[in-house]
């Protein structure tokens, strides 16, 4: 595995306290996937067992959103770049896709099984506690940002923050 993919993997928040040597660990699992710009990565609804890290280009992370006419439309909900990573949830079992995930540039992305990892895991469990850890943290604030925007929701659909 090329030094580029221990760098990049040492940029990743869901990696974060790894060693070199674990982060080479990591890589040795890591099968390499070429998408072009406008290819879907996966669906939302989908099943999965991969987590993905971006090496190299840009993916736009969507869901479904009621319109005010009531059909469905894709919003886009956030963009990631190279080093970070997406569909981690799978790490915790069983979950389909939550979002649509789509290539907004040619894009190389590092690609880990979760059987892979669980194996990993049973051979070096520090590794397992870490990424854990870092996907606890992750998940804890995302839950309090998802809460303040549906508080603030809340609050403008009862008038409470148009009044002065």
Known sequence: MNKSVVENLRRVELLGGLSDEELLQIATICKVRRLGAGQIVFNEGDEGDELFIIHEGCV???????TS????????INMLYSGQSFGE????????????????????????R???????CDRNPR??????????ADLAYKLRS?????????????GELGKR
Request: aromatic share 6%; charged share 15%.
């Open 60 to 66: 736009r992370i969507a869901i479904n959103t009621r």
């Open 69 to 76: 006419n009531g059909s469905f439309a894709p919003s886009t």
């Open 89 to 112: 949830m799978v790490l915790l079992g069983g979950a389909t896709r939550s979002a649509t995930v789509s290539c907004v540039d040619p894009c190389v992305l590092l690609v880990i």
């Open 114 to 120: 979760e059987r892979d990892f669980a194996a990993l």
């Open 146 to 158: 998802s809460n303040l925007l549906l508080r603030g929701n809340i609050r403008w659909q009862q």
């Open 127 to 136: 590794i397992g506690y870490l990424v854990m850890r870092n996907m606890a």
